[in-house]
């Protein structure tokens, strides 16, 4: 982890594996709140995880979830016995943990984004922030006061108040005030907020 003055970088290098119960592949956890909490004491989490065969996901009872495709062909998910078709990359799909979510992979194995907060307490919002050209002009980000945001970038590389991220690269920002942002990707911007 690199400290700036106004962030913190969580450079992905540093992220332990962490396997799935059930085998099907492995998380890498990005961040949470508050920090080291587990599975059933977060306010909010988020992660990368390779999913290598089908299978159902754990469920998280009192979690809502987003779900976006990063890499692969993408992956059919049936929550509560409706289908819905993953397989449009940095597309976010939201559902509850509170269902029974079962995945049947498209093709290859895929990498998907995951955003999860616990429901009455925090409330975040997915946006993805895309370089349109090489010379894109940077996108000043705004974190409002009570507010969290944490950047990951997920395809290419970015810069944030100079600071270089590398793909899977991120940066909590958790200071409100503007932020210089320069993607030549794809940097997926979640905004975390107390619900009510």
Known sequence: MTTS??????RAGERPATAWLNGGGV?????????????????????????????????????????????????????????????????????????????????????????????GRVEATVDLVVATTATAPATTLDVPDGSTVLLVCLLGTARLDGVGLARYDAALLDGPGGYELCPDGTTAVVTFRSAG
């Open 27 to 119: 998380t890498r956890e990005v961040a949470g709140f508050p920090a080291g909490a587990g599975l059933d004491a977060f306010d909010w989490r988020v992660s990368l995880a390779d999913v290598a065969t089908a299978g159902p996901f754990s469920p998280f009872p009192g979690i809502d979830r987003v779900i976006t495709l990063v890499e692969g062909a993408g992956m059919t998910l049936t929550v509560d016995g409706d289908e819905q078709l993953v397989d449009v990359p940095f597309r976010p799909f939201a559902f509850s943990g509170d269902a029974t979510t079962d995945c049947r992979l498209s093709a290859s194995p895929v990498v998907d984004f995951n955003v999860m907060t616990r429901r």
């Open 5 to 10: 003055e106004r962030f913190q970088v969580l």
